[in-house]
């Protein structure tokens, strides 16, 4: 059976196609759109709270019965730096003054949280069919009561090290993510980010090295880029930025600028907005402050110090101060609907599954 065939049974899905899962950039109705078309829509939960993981959960349930994937994070919470802490926001004090900000109003929030007892007891009520992890996998207690209702687990990983203890611990499809990729990075193994490869130098490794379907994610835009994946072993793709210009993602009007400008040819991983490595759009503050400065406290504590400059530049339609989330490769963007985008990412899909 080739590698396309085996994923899409596996998952249940008609094109081997993972619209990757974008916190804080779409909901439930991306994910209904791209499953509607054939392909794997996600539903990203990290920022969620127990009401509005079960609103989103309920749309995707009352709009379509195809598969669908519900994404998690599985960092460990850190403790809470108070020197830390004010390290940070001493580093943003004259663009609070700039905007006019009392830091003193400004409270603490963790921003996302990891994989939980809660969010396994609620989405036991809903059952999804895929459930896929960033930065690991769960305690083996937790991964178990997401086995329990047959659901099929899907993990990342950033080097080969990672896919084989993913696999080791009962993954049953791996993301390869490539160092192209928007967004946070997936790993959890070592945080030396010179170990990090390229998608298709990881690809083929991965391939190699495990027995399961394989994922390639970081800089696949287009049906060309979905053919050099596959072309290199990978089962399918996950596609995540080329969405971001869909009417179905919740991006701000700055973001989506940046996205549709020159500017988007210039990314780069940076920690300034959650503490974690994670690639975007360069803006003003990573210009600026630097983009691995070591000022902003450990990932998710990042968040609450930085959220409001954000909120006070986009009211000005300005994107100096947010996460403009992209991989390298933003030439894909599309303002059409997902499905419509998912359909034309298929062609590739087709020709390299003849009839």
């Known amino acids: 059976m080739a590698a396309t065939d085996r994923l899409c049974e596996l998952l249940g899905i008609e094109l081997p196609l993972i619209q990757a899962p974008m916190a804080g950039a779409q909901g439930s109705a991306m994910a209904i759109a791209v499953s509607s078309a054939g392909a794997l829509g996600s539903l990203p939960c990290a920022m969620l709270g127990p009401d509005a993981l079960r609103s989103e959960l309920q749309a995707i349930r009352d709009a379509s019965s195809r598969p669908f994937n519900v994404n998690f994070f599985?960092?460990?919470?850190?403790?809470?730096?108070?020197?830390?802490?004010?390290?940070?926001?001493?580093?943003?004090?004259?663009?609070?003054?700039?905007?006019?900000?009392?830091?003193?109003?400004?409270?603490?929030g963790a921003g996302r949280l990891p994989f939980s007892e809660q969010a396994a007891d609620l989405l036991a009520q809903y059952r999804p069919p895929v459930v896929s992890f960033h930065f690991g996998l769960p305690v083996p207690a937790l991964l178990q009561r997401v086995r329990a209702w047959g659901a099929k687990v899907i993990a990342s990983a950033t080097t080969v090290e990672e896919a084989c203890w993913l696999a080791e611990q009962g993954a049953d499809v791996i993301i390869a993510q490539g160092l192209e990729a928007g967004g946070h990075r997936g790993h959890f193994m070592s945080d030396d980010l010179t170990r990090q490869m390229g998608t298709l130098a990881l690809v083929p490794q991965i391939v190699r090295a495990i027995d399961k379907p394989v994922i390639a994610a970081g800089g696949i835009a287009d049906s060309q880029g979905i053919a050099a994946a596959l072309d290199v072993?990978?089962?399918?793709?996950?596609?995540?930025?080329?969405?971001?210009l869909c009417p179905e993602s919740t991006i701000s009007a700055a973001h989506r600028a940046a996205l549709a400008g020159e500017g988007a040819r210039h990314t780069a991983l940076t920690r300034l907005f959650t503490g974690r490595p994670a690639r975007g759009i360069v803006n003003r503050i990573i210009r600026e402050v630097g983009a691995m400065s070591d000022a902003p406290p450990e990932f998710p504590l990042a968040t609450a110090a930085i959220a409001p400059l954000r909120a006070a530049a986009e009211a000005q339609g300005s994107g100096d101060f947010s996460p403009l989330w992209s991989g390298q490769n933003a030439s894909g963007c599309k303002p059409i609907p997902a499905a419509q985008l998912t359909r034309e990412l298929a062609a590739a899909l087709r020709a390299h599954r003849p009839a």
């Open 233 to 244: 072993g990978a089962a399918g793709a996950q596609v995540g930025t080329a969405y971001l």
């Open 74 to 108: 599985c960092h460990v919470p850190p403790e809470p730096d108070a020197s830390r802490e004010a390290r940070w926001r001493e580093t943003l004090g004259p663009y609070y003054a700039e905007l006019g900000i009392d830091p003193a109003g400004i409270g603490a």
